[in-house]
């Protein structure tokens, strides 16, 4: 028996049947590796999306971090620019010539000029209401329309001079 045994062992068909079911543990194991290194291969490549994605977004959103930069920069920049040009302007309205005359003038143009246009614009209207007949002429509509615009026009008047002639005087240093 133990012949026999040993016979069918060292026979070929066995062999046959050994190398097969080798070859195909060996084919086996070969598909099952190339599956896990497919399987580890797409995880690495959806990583490698992942990552370029994550790159893709943060360079974008450092471009918009630097033209947001850019804008700040090129906003200080004209405001500074302005600052400059009003400093310089304020300069030259309180140059002095140190010519008596010159300075004189230069002091009194502004409130010569407004009490001209003041006077011209009552002349005007005083010419204006006498050739019209006065202000009996105007029915009451008319009277309610034009003291309506003439308020309006006085208060508008009084907030441009005002706020013109302290706006436009000489800043003081200031103390920190």
Do not use: C
């Not at 490698?48 to 033209?67: G, I, P, S, T």
């Not at 003038?105 to 003041?118: A, E, K």
């Not at 209207?125 to 309506?148: F, N, P, Q």
């Amino acid at each position: 028996m133990i012949s026999t045994l040993a016979e069918i062992f060292a026979s070929t068909g066995l062999g046959a049947l050994v190398g097969l079911l080798g070859s195909w543990l060996t084919k086996h194991e070969e598909r099952r590796n190339l599956e896990l290194k497919l399987a580890h291969d797409i995880k690495m490549a959806d990583i490698r999306k992942q990552e370029a994605a994550f790159e893709f977004e943060h360079e974008l959103a450092m471009a918009d971090k630097q033209v947001e930069r850019s804008q700040a920069e090129g906003d200080i920049a004209r405001d500074v620019a302005e600052m400059s040009a009003f400093r310089e302007g304020l300069k030259e309205q309180q140059m002095i010539y140190r010519i008596k005359w010159v300075d004189a003038i230069r002091g009194v143009m502004r409130p010569v000029i407004t009490i001209y246009l003041l006077a011209l614009a009552t002349l005007v209207t005083i010419k204006i209401s006498s050739t019209a007949g006065g202000l009996e002429a105007l029915d009451r509509s008319a009277m309610d329309t034009l003291y309506s615009d003439t308020i309006t026009r006085i208060f508008f008047l009084v907030t441009t001079a005002v706020t013109w002639w302290f706006g436009s005087r000489p800043s003081s240093p200031r103390k920190i």
